[in-house]
C-alpha cells in the first residue's frame, strides 16, 4: 500500500504539495483534493 501519495500539475509537471492544497472533500467514496498550482492551473485528485 501506498504510504505517500503525490500530484503532479498537468500543464507544467510540477509536483504538487500540501503547501498547494487548497480544498480537500470527503465523502463515503473517498477524499477529493483541489491543488492550485503557481502557473495558474487546477488539478483534482481522487483517493478511495
Do not use: P
Not at 509537471?13 to 495558474?40: I, S
Amino acid at each position: 500500500m501506498l504510504n505517500e501519495l503525490t500530484s503532479t500539475c498537468e500543464h507544467c509537471d510540477r509536483e504538487l504539495d500540501d503547501e498547494h492544497c487548497m480544498l480537500v472533500y470527503e465523502t463515503d467514496a473517498g477524499q477529493r483534493r483541489a491543488y492550485e498550482c503557481d502557473c495558474g492551473a487546477v488539478t483534482i485528485t481522487v483517493h478511495r
